[in-house]
């Protein structure tokens, strides 16, 4: 190729070129700012081409060297002595000496779990520290279910849902949930405790406002922590403080003129003290004050109502009044999971957005369809329930008013009995925390040595999480009812109990006296 055909082929690609610049919209206005700024001030077309290239080159760079090492290089045997002095953090806190003396005391049961149990030692005791409060493990019918679906479905979807691990089993027990709550759907997720923990920063974000109780559970916290959102708190089950600081959660928005997603986040039976909202107030204020609420039902749903419903049964409220009411398939129901139940919008706002949801394998079939069936037989046989509650009324009646040392703060109708131990008594003998988890260890060896399986409220978690920095978390003995006992044995049982705290309590109150003569 010679000069003129190499000239002749520059001028036709530069003609090209332009041609297809020229389509670009708004080309036209870039050219004539060019051709405008260049007869005016071509100095100033320079620079801006020079910024240009170095804009450019600057995005295209990486943000490291590339050229030769940016670390400093040492020696074999340097790094051998760097080797030997490091000492990885460990994952966990030390146990301290009391929780080593639980873990080797810790019991372990041999084969199914049941009202009554056998111990690796030989020994059969009665159980009463499982949430098997129907004895619903035991049912020929329900392991019939669930073995007919293990042979069809498998062990597990093996994938997330909405994906590839939804199956129609996992459609039908969502389908259920909200036709047994009455809500427009709901949503199941793997598991129970990852739920609530979920379910708020997926709805809460920063710069949001939620109004929490000072006692809700663990698994609430971890979700607060997550939403980054402003917190409040109001005192434990007191409407008024909660009435109070809405009033002024709405006022500061409305002098600022600023808008955010406002919840109260509540429990319907809570773990750590036992007893329940008050749910037709909560709707009420709620409703006052534009808020929404997220109802942890987790230790409600299955327990109260006519029919397990849940705190919306239990105390008359419709259960779309709640905006989202979060609960537990484990527990009571024998299955696993959690699921989260609303409207249409709430559901499908979580099926993408949720964590523990999308970034989590499906919950396998064979515990959905138990589920559905648990369900099935808590509408059909109500009079479990009331075979519970009768075995309640049997414990409580042995134990709180008979009993000179501890008090029952759960509801009346909770089959989770949290046993505290009584102000007078802790003024009297000066008792710390501390000195009370030791006091309720001893009560449980006590009643195991004599043939009942009880625990204690776990309480140690909690602290340093978001929001126990006033809060006083009680100690407690942890006693739970199942219907699979008979009347006679509930009691017996609880006379046990009540014998096991009498004893530690007075052998404490013996040695402390001969110490002091």
């Known amino acids: 190729m010679d000069l003129h055909e190499a000239q002749a082929y520059l001028q036709a690609s530069l003609h090209e070129m332009s041609h297809a610049f020229q389509k670009v919209p708004g080309s036209a206005v870039l050219i004539r700012y060019i051709q ?34 940016n670390y400093v290089k040492l020696r ?4 051998d002595e ?56 035991a049912s020929e019918s329900i392991k019939a279910k669930a073995i007919e679906t ?21 459609m039908n027990t969502e389908h259920d949930i909200a036709t047994f709550l009455g809500t427009q759907g709901s949503i199941v997720y793997s598991h129970a405790f990852s739920t609530i923990s979920s379910v ?28 980054r959102s402003n917190i409040r708190w109001y005192e434990h089950n007191d409407m008024e403080d909660l009435e109070r600081i809405l009033k002024k959660v709405a006022e500061e928005q409305q ?25 037709p107030k909560l709707v009420e204020l709620k409703e006052r004050y534009k808020f929404r609420i997220a109802l942890d039902e987790t230790w409600s749903f299955g327990v109260l109502g006519r029919n397990g419903r849940g705190l919306t049964e239990a105390q008359n409220v419709d259960a779309e009044a709640v905006d989202m009411i979060i609960g537990s398939l ?18 499908r706002h979580q099926r ?32 479990i329930l009331h075979q519970c509650r009768e075995n309640i009324r049997a414990m409580r009646a042995q134990l709180d008013p008979r009993s000179d040392w501890v008090q029952c703060t759960s509801d009346p109708e909770n089959p989770v009995m949290l046993l505290a131990f009584k102000v007078e008594v802790i003024k009297s003998r000066q008792l710390t925390n501390e000195d009370q988890e030791r006091l309720l260890l001893e009560i449980v060896d006590e009643a195991l040595a004599n043939g009942v399986l009880v625990t204690r409220l776990k309480s140690i978690p909690l602290i340093g999480s978001i929001g126990t920095e006033n809060v006083n978390i009680k100690p407690a003995l942890k006693i739970c009812i199942t219907s699979g006992l008979s009347k006679k044995e509930v009691e017996k049982a609880g006379v046990t109990i009540r014998h096991a705290i009498t004893k530690i309590m007075t052998r404490k109150t013996n040695r402390q006296s001969s110490l002091a003569a």
């Open 82 to 137: 760097l080797v030997k002095e490091w000492e990885p953090e460990p994952l966990v806190a030390p146990q301290t000496p009391f929780e080593e003396a639980e873990t080797e005391k810790q019991p372990i049961i041999v084969g199914p779990t049941g009202p009554k149990v056998k111990l690796s030692n030989g020994k059969t005791v009665v159980n009463l520290a499982s949430y098997n409060f129907y004895n619903l493990n």
């Open 255 to 279: 002098a600022k003129r600023v808008v955010t997603r406002r919840f109260i986040v509540t429990e319907g039976l809570f773990e750590m003290v036992g007893d329940c909202s008050n749910l």
């Open 352 to 383: 993408i957005n949720a964590a523990s949801y999308t970034y989590s394998a499906a919950l396998p079939a064979m515990a959905a369809v138990t589920a559905s069936e648990t369900l099935t037989v808590l509408q059909c046989n109500p009079e």
């Open 36 to 69: 405008s700024s260049y007869q005016n001030d071509p100095v100033r077309s320079a620079i801006e081409l020079v910024l240009v290239i170095f804009f450019i080159r600057y995005l295209l760079s990486p943000s490291y060297p590339t050229h030769g090492p």
């Open 76 to 79: 074999d045997d340097e790094i």
């Open 200 to 227: 708020i920063p997926t709805f809460c974000k920063r710069g949001d406002v939620i109004v929490a109780d000072k006692m809700v559970n663990y698994s609430i916290r971890k979700g607060l922590e997550a939403s």
């Open 330 to 347: 484990a527990g009571p129901l024998c299955a696993a999971g959690g699921f989260c139940a609303g409207s249409k919008d709430v559901v």
């Open 150 to 170: 293990l042979r069809t479905y498998g062990v597990g979807p093996c994938g997330p849902p909405q994906f590839y691990g939804t199956q129609d089993v996992h």
